[in-house]
């Protein structure tokens, strides 16, 4: 059962929902604890002071900002508290946005907001209306001693809030002019149809079930061979090399037919009668059944390569 970690209403005009706040998020984060080598002795950290070494009790560590080197300005815990954000339990839309005015590059962490206890009725009737004006709501609130900015809007009858950054937390990419050439580099127009053609043929609806962390799943097949006693021989893999500007035009023919050979062999290999589709029609033949039949084709095939890598590793 969800647990609710923050709970609260939903402010706008003289309307308040009261809600409460669920993670949208469960990591799958791989930990590990620090050991000593040789007889895995559990490694313990310790505040202590630079000058002699000394361990410092909490209750005595105090908060400095460093202005110059070596030079800091000293906060105390009262100080600090005084300037604290009012402890309010309102999430205060500000304004109503379209989504797609809103950069990506802006949001944080997402959350669920669900309806709190006699508020059922008051909830559905703010999802339904910020469903009808496709509308994202600009709020404030405060979350664990800081003020956030959230970005709430409606998703398959449930409201979702996505904390997001201030302005001035991004960096603009006119920050990036000692990265970026002066000079735009030229691009010939069949280079450009060729990129464009290899983008089409990769085109796709966006399933988030077919992309999987490779990398822990690789660890995790790690860890249980070496629980299990065996010897674990890796193999170097050679760093990826950048394409060469001459190669372009090379390494886009390639790619292109790459994808074709790929789809036509995905094809041939399904075995249910269906004529194989030539590259660049992906997005098409899958809007035409649905896109059902790949996504469900997508979960049957990392079920299948996910059970082989476990009846290898059994091995």
């Given at each position: 059962m969800a647990r609710a970690i923050?709970?609260?209403?939903?402010?706008?005009?003289?309307?308040?929902?009261?809600?409460?706040?669920?993670s949208a998020v469960s990591k799958q984060t791989v930990r590990f604890r620090e050991l000593r080598e040789g007889d895995g002795s559990r490694i313990r950290h310790r505040r202590v002071a630079e000058d002699d070494g000394e361990e410092v009790p909490y209750e005595k560590i105090v908060k400095g900002y460093e202005i110059t080197p070596d030079q800091y300005v000293v906060m105390t815990r009262d100080e600090l508290a005084e300037i604290d954000p009012e402890k309010t339990r309102a999430i205060e839309i500000k304004d109503f946005v379209d989504l797609d005015e809103i950069d990506p590059i802006y949001f944080e962490h997402p959350y669920y907001l669900g309806p709190d206890k006699g508020a059922e009725r008051a909830y559905q009737l703010l999802v339904k209306a910020m469903e009808d004006q496709r509308k994202v709501a600009v709020a404030r609130f405060v979350l664990r001693n800081k003020e956030h900015l959230a970005a709430i809007r409606p998703m398959d009858g449930v409201l979702t809030m996505a904390t997001m950054r201030f302005a001035d937390e991004v960096v603009s990419p006119d920050d990036l002019d000692d990265v970026l050439p002066d000079k735009q580099a030229k691009i010939e127009k069949r280079e450009l149809e060729m990129a464009k053609q290899l983008i089409e043929s990769l085109?796709?609806?966006?399933?988030?079930?077919?992309?999987?962390?490779?990398?822990?799943?690789?660890?995790?097949?790690?860890?249980?061979?070496?629980?299990?006693?065996?010897?674990?021989?890796?193999a170097q893999t050679e760093?990826?090399?950048?394409?060469?500007?001459?190669?372009l035009m090379a390494a886009l023919e390639e790619s292109l037919a790459a994808v074709s050979s790929e789809d036509l062999g995905k094809g041939s290999d399904d075995?249910?009668?269906?004529?194989?589709?030539?590259?660049?029609?992906?997005?098409?033949?899958?809007?035409?059944?649905?896109?059902?039949?790949?996504?469900?084709?997508?979960?049957?095939?990392?079920?299948?390569?996910?059970?082989?890598?476990?009846a290898k590793a059994a091995k």
């Open positions: 923050w709970s609260g209403s939903i402010s706008f005009g003289l309307l308040n929902v009261p809600v409460k706040l669920y085109s796709t609806e966006f399933d988030a079930s077919q992309y999987e962390d490779e990398y822990r799943d690789k660890l995790l097949s790690l860890i249980e061979r070496k629980a299990k006693g065996e010897d674990v021989v890796t760093e990826p090399k950048p394409t060469k500007a001459p190669d075995g249910d009668g269906e004529t194989s589709k030539p590259a660049g029609s992906r997005k098409s033949s899958e809007a035409s059944s649905g896109g059902s039949k790949s996504r469900s084709g997508s979960k049957s095939k990392s079920t299948s390569s996910r059970s082989r890598s476990k």
